[in-house]
């Protein structure tokens, strides 16, 4: 099979996330089960206008919002009629594949924007965003869907689409699970880690908040912030972190590597997370996956990366209940290890090869 996937970014531009590591996996999976496969997507200062990448081309044109016409036009003058199957990636834009594409196709959501058009763009460009995702939701909802979570598959299902039509993905991680949770090496003192890009929709900021509020019931605790940033919003977090009463207890690590990642998630006892609304929430795992349990905002994607009371807990939507959260996990330990148990066994059956063979199965019918 000859597969060509639309998709704003690749996996080796630098503003990749979660998003393109699944595409990355899913792409590198079907070279490995022999199909030939193109990734059109915008290119980014410095990148070559075409490379293979784990087994499949990468073919960049345009830029972050020109991509979507250069995508058009280079499918319309070198790609037309030779894929077997087209997917469209849409992150935020649709490449509007449905007006000039052929062959078979699916359009595969990680998760709608919606509220996240106001963290993300400056006004009157999100709200115009805001109402105008709904208007190419209609245009699109007659065709065939990939998403990932429940949470996805039921906005979705809010705009129209038929629920026959969509088919769920379960997401793999790269983080391998430890070996066993037995001699885990954790920080000295109870930990709270914050791990990701320091950005307006990731809310850090209210996990700040929490732990200064948590801090007041567990003397000893502690915070780790993860992640790299800029802008006003990332001021904002470092300014809070320097004026936290707490500061001397708040260490902020920067950007860090995966394997520092993976060890900081190990050695801390709980992560926060905290964002606006995800597709899925694969950090939460990977923590579950180094014998770490979560508490998270109770929003789309993360109810899903999170069973509440089973795997970690899942709280309303501010610093109060997240601070109420960690103080609860931190200071019962049965359920502690009850819950760190659960989501390193679910982290195990987490795998990029479950996901592709969903995959395969869905785009075969």
């Keep these: 099979m000859k597969l060509l996937w639309f998709s704003w970014k690749d996996m080796k531009n630098p503003l990749a996330g979660g998003a393109e590591l699944v595409t990355h996996q899913l792409c590198a999976h079907a070279v490995k089960a022999g199909h030939e496969v193109i990734l059109l997507c915008a290119g980014y200062p410095g990148a070559a206008p075409e490379e293979m990448y784990s087994g499949y081309k990468i073919i960049r044109v345009g830029g972050r919002l020109s991509v979507y016409p250069a995508a058009a036009n280079y499918y319309k003058a070198n790609l037309r009629g030779w894929a077997d199957l087209v997917i ?47 208007l190419y939701l209609l245009f699109l909802n007659r065709n065939r869907i990939l998403t990932i979570s429940e949470s996805t598959k039921h906005d979705l299902m809010r705009f129209g689409f038929p629920e026959k039509n969509i088919t769920i993905i379960p997401i793999g991680l790269e983080t391998e ?37 948590a801090k007041a019931q567990i003397p000893n605790l502690k915070m780790k912030i993860a992640g790299g940033g800029a802008g006003p919003y990332f001021n904002n977090v470092m300014k809070a972190v320097k004026t936290s009463p707490y500061s001397a207890d708040i260490e902020y690590l920067g950007r860090v590597s995966t394997e520092e990642k993976a060890a900081v998630m190990r050695k801390s006892h709980v992560i926060a997370v905290t964002s606006v609304k995800e597709g899925w929430g694969l950090i939460v795992n990977e923590a579950n996956s180094q014998g770490t349990p979560a508490v998270t905002y109770d929003v789309d994607g993360l109810r899903d990366s999170n069973r509440n009371n089973e795997t970690g807990l899942v709280v309303a939507p501010n610093p109060k209940a997240l601070a109420a959260g960690i103080v609860t996990l931190l200071s019962n330990p049965e359920m502690y290890e009850a819950y760190r148990t659960a989501g390193w066994e679910w982290s195990k059956d987490l795998t990029f090869e479950n996901s592709y063979k969903k995959f395969s199965e869905a785009v075969s019918k």
């Excluded at 000295?188 to 929709?201: A, F, H, K, N, Q």
């Design 88 to 134: 469209e990636e849409i992150n935020t834009i649709p490449f509007f594949t449905q007006l000039y594409v052929k062959e078979p196709r699916f359009v595969l959501f990680y998760m709608l924007c919606r509220e996240i058009w106001f963290y993300q763009m400056f006004f009157p460009a999100s709200l115009i965003g805001y109402l105008i995702e709904p």
């Design 177 to 213: 699970p430890v070996s066993s949770l037995k001699g885990l090496q954790k920080f000295e003192d109870p930990t709270v880690l914050s791990l990701g890009t320091i950005r307006d929709m990731k809310q850090t900021l209210d996990q700040v908040k929490a732990f200064n509020l």
